[in-house]
Every structure is written in C-alpha cells, then in structure tokens.
C-alpha cells in the first residue's frame, strides 16, 4: 500500500481475514485494468491478483467481460449522429 493511494489495498491476507475482496479492492483492480494506477499501485495491484486467487479470480471474469463487450461494440456510430454530437461539445464549449 502506498501513501499515496490510500484506498489501495493489496494484502492477500487481508482478503481471507475480511471473508473476500472488498469493494475497495476491486476498484484497484478496475483501476489496474484500467491503466489508471501509478507504477507502484500497479505493480502492487498485480502482485496481489497473483497472490490471491479470489483477486485473480475477479480480474479473470473482469477481462472476459470486457472482451466480450469490446466484440459486441464493433458497430460504428452514424456519421450524424457523430456531427451533432461534435457539435453540441462545441456550442458547451462556448457557453
């Protein structure tokens, strides 16, 4: 755990001793997914999904279910729904 980040949360014991994953921990996995963790977070977050079968179970269905959505979200959006879309961000922009 770092200073840093203090809801990171990594000790495999932990999750034995609080009967599993926290919510908290399976943010960090998210956020480890995610790429949205410094080096140290990260390489914490990965020692413990190697560490904990629970955690590695967690990051193991997290990636399926994100590859499955990544394959079902192969349609592209229509190109005037682009435009409004790109217009509407620029009149926010000048308001």
């Known amino acids: 755990m770092t200073n840093e980040s203090p809801s990171i949360r990594t000790d495999s014991e932990d999750c ?3 009967g599993g994953c926290t919510e ?5 996995i998210y956020k480890y997914l995610d790429g949205a963790l410094d080096a140290q977070d990260f390489d914490e977050v990965r020692g413990h999904i190697e560490d904990c079968t629970e955690c590695q179970s967690e990051h193991d ?3 399926i279910i994100r590859d499955v959505v990544r ?3 192969d349609e592209k959006a229509p ?3 682009k435009n409004k879309i790109m217009d ?6 000048t308001s």
């Open 16 to 18: 034995a001793e609080n």
């Open 61 to 63: 269905l997290e990636v």
């Open 71 to 73: 394959r079902s979200c």
């Open 24 to 28: 908290t921990r399976m943010d960090s």
């Open 79 to 81: 190109e005037t729904l």
């Open 88 to 93: 509407r961000i620029e009149e926010l922009k």
